[in-house]
């Protein structure tokens, strides 16, 4: 069944082009959306950002052992994840400089490239200082990070680290830490990323969100991980589509700004085809039984990122079960507008589902 034509790529924005758009769609918002955004300016929240990366890859290596000092009396915490968890490093003095110095040889250029693209991390900041002034707003005793510290990485490490946006590179060190690993944000021209081996890796599914426009919303996407963990206990499609959802309608109210490719991590065409085919998406989940499976294939084919939607064509985004689930979540808040975010998280998916009486 093919829903979705096959596309081609779009041609690829500059930054200054990306953020000509973003003004201009925000504008645009503002004027025209049904979306209600509180003005959350007034809401204090300090929120620091600190370039590990630059202090690594300045360290004098013909003084190796007061170089590793200085770092962990500045980055106390960060600096042992790093050494141990993303370098891999054995705890023993001598395998910590070893593996250090092959870190820095291989890892030299991806340094100095993230360096032409991130001597200003300020607008980056500024955005998620945003963003985490709507989480407060929502959720004022959740805990936030007040600290980010950014950092270059191995490939292996972020594979192992990944999230569900198919590893950011964004990690809670602690509940006042989030590291942002840069190595990948570095565009999706990126020459490393289109190596095959990488590709191996990263397919391009994958590797093409690998720019900077996806920082904040990677960095939300953890804190939502955090407010709602995902679960593993079997449930069905549908109860796992609209838990998809609810994260999706929690990255909407924390990045109203934001453009939806962004987060929902779909091309245009494939959000355009998604809402253009809304309702035969969801004929095929029905007509075929899909709802209620439970068999990890089945959710796994809907559930996780790919290439496309095999049943729905070329076009289609894999993941799409999200886009289903967000639309069912955004029927059930418009029922019911005296719900808070914190209600919508509480409330079974199940129950969201049978009150929404979703029908595009």
């Given at each position: 069944?093919?829903?979705?034509?096959?596309?081609?790529?779009?041609?690829?924005?500059?930054?200054q082009q990306?953020?000509?758009?973003?003004?201009?769609?925000?504008?645009?918002?503002?004027?025209?959306?049904?979306?209600?955004?509180?003005?959350?300016?007034?809401?204090?929240?300090d929120?620091?950002?600190?370039?590990?990366?630059?202090?690594?890859?300045?360290?004098?290596?013909?003084?190796?052992?007061?170089?590793?000092?200085?770092?962990?009396e500045?980055?106390?915490?960060?600096?042992?994840?790093?050494?141990h968890?993303?370098?891999?490093?054995?705890?023993?003095?001598d395998?910590?400089?070893?593996?250090?110095?092959?870190?820095?040889?291989?890892?030299?250029?991806?340094y100095?490239d993230?360096?032409?693209?991130?001597?200003?991390?300020?607008?980056?900041?500024?955005?998620?200082?945003?963003?985490?002034?709507?989480?407060?707003?929502?959720?004022?005793?959740?805990?936030?990070?007040?600290?980010?510290?950014?950092?270059?990485?191995?490939?292996?490490?972020?594979?192992?680290?990944?999230?569900?946006?198919?590893?950011?590179?964004?990690?809670?060190?602690?509940e006042?830490?989030?590291?942002?690993?840069?190595?990948?944000?570095?565009?999706?021209?990126?020459?490393?990323?289109?190596?095959?081996?990488?590709?191996?890796?990263?397919?391009?599914?994958i590797?093409?969100?690998?720019?900077?426009?996806?920082?904040?919303?990677?960095v939300?996407?953890?804190?939502?991980?955090?407010?709602?963990?995902?679960?593993?206990?079997?449930?069905?499609?549908i109860?796992?589509?609209?838990?998809?959802?609810?994260?999706?309608?929690?990255?909407?109210?924390?990045?109203?700004?934001t453009?939806?490719?962004?987060?929902?991590?779909?091309?245009?065409?494939?959000?355009?085809?998604?809402?253009?085919?809304?309702?035969t998406?969801?004929?095929?989940?029905?007509?075929?039984?899909?709802?209620?499976?439970?068999?990890?294939?089945?959710?796994?084919?809907?559930?996780?990122?790919?290439?496309?939607?095999?049943?729905?064509?070329?076009?289609?985004?894999?993941?799409?079960?999200?886009?289903?689930?967000?639309?069912?979540?955004?029927?059930?808040?418009?029922?019911?507008?005296?719900?808070?975010?914190?209600?919508?998280?509480k409330?079974?998916?199940?129950?969201?589902?049978?009150?929404?009486?979703?029908?595009p």
């Open positions: 069944m093919i829903l979705f034509k096959k596309v081609t790529p779009g041609f690829i924005l500059s930054v990306y953020f000509l758009i973003i003004i201009i769609l925000t504008i645009i918002t503002g004027c025209n959306s049904d979306k209600k955004i509180p003005n959350v300016s007034n809401i204090k929240f929120i620091t950002t600190e370039r590990f990366e630059k202090d690594f890859f300045s360290m004098d290596t013909t003084d190796i052992d007061n170089s590793i000092q200085h770092l962990y500045k980055y106390p915490t960060f600096t042992i994840d790093y050494f968890n993303i370098l891999a490093a054995a705890p023993q003095p395998s910590i400089i070893k593996t250090i110095k092959h870190f820095r040889a291989d890892y030299n250029q991806i100095i993230a360096e032409k693209q991130f001597d200003n991390f300020s607008s980056f900041e500024n955005e998620i200082k945003q963003g985490f002034q709507f989480v407060k707003y929502y959720f004022p005793d959740y805990k936030l990070p007040h600290k980010l510290i950014t950092y270059i990485g191995t490939w292996d490490a972020m594979i192992m680290l990944s999230n569900n946006s198919g590893g950011s590179g964004c990690i809670r060190i602690s006042d830490v989030m590291g942002i690993g840069l190595q990948l944000s570095l565009g999706t021209n990126y020459p490393m990323y289109k190596d095959e081996i990488m590709q191996q890796f990263y397919p391009y599914f590797s093409r969100k690998f720019d900077k426009a996806y920082i904040p919303t990677n939300l996407k953890v804190i939502i991980d955090d407010l709602y963990p995902h679960k593993n206990t079997g449930s069905s499609l109860e796992q589509m609209i838990d998809a959802g609810k994260r999706l309608y929690l990255l909407d109210a924390f990045l109203p700004y453009a939806d490719t962004l987060k929902t991590g779909y091309t245009e065409q494939q959000l355009k085809g998604c809402y253009e085919n809304e309702a998406i969801w004929s095929y989940f029905v007509t075929n039984n899909l709802l209620y499976q439970t068999e990890a294939s089945i959710i796994m084919e809907f559930l996780n990122d790919g290439p496309k939607t095999a049943a729905l064509g070329d076009g289609s985004p894999g993941f799409i079960g999200q886009f289903t689930g967000w639309q069912i979540v955004k029927q059930w808040m418009k029922k019911n507008k005296e719900k808070t975010l914190l209600d919508l998280l409330t079974p998916s199940k129950t969201i589902f049978e009150q929404a009486k979703y029908k």
